[in-house]
């Protein structure tokens, strides 16, 4: 367990309104990931951070913004959602010391757009 | 352009036998490869990763072999399980990456049946 919660877990909206997913740590890791997963694709990185307010674009960045202003949290924000971003959001982190190449999931925020 | 390639999207292997997940890649420049395990709802969870300068790694039931010659890994699940039934990510890093970004395959959903 690497202590990471995502908040909502489920959440149903309409296409143009803004979403905020949030991603949780409690253990002071310096990298965070926001992956989408869906069918036939596998997980694509989004955004990734590797500390306060460093952040930068992954494989499929366009439409979303992250931000991250303390260490703990990673906000993934969807500015107007779109049905094509109806999807499931997990958040990482990476490990340190001798896990340092591995990332740990969160449980996942279905997030579906009308 | 697919770097990590998991070209069977489903198996089925009766419980006690040998379950092997194939994985392919491109990348001469990847020094890392990890396996995921993902049940339904829930965050992906490591499995067993195996470096670049390594041609297996062993953790109990499951086994991670690197050829890369051929760019292909697979991980061999003996006996298996019912339990073991889920999806298998497997996913690689570059060399040189400091950001520590992972490049996944698109799974194989794993059905061990009793």
Redesign the interface.
Known sequence: DAG?TQSPRHKVTETGTPVTLRCHQTENHR?M?WYRQDP??????IH?S?GVKDT?K?EVSDGYSVSRSKTEDFLLTLESATSSQTSVY?CAI?GTSGS?????????TRLTVL | DQQVK?NSPSLSVQEGRISILNCDYTNSMFD?F?W?KKYP??????LI?ISSIKDKNEDGRFTVFLNKSAKHLSLHIVPSQPGDSAVY?C?A?RRGGS????I????TKLSVKP
Do not use: C, M, V
């Open positions: 990471i990298y990931y036939g694709h596998g997980l694509r990185l990734y590797y930068d992954g997990f990476r340092a190449d591995t990332q740990y999931f969160g449980p996942g | 998991q890392y990890l995921y709802a829930e965050g992906p969870t490591f990763s990510f996913a890093k950001q520590g970004n992972l996944f395959g698109k799974g």
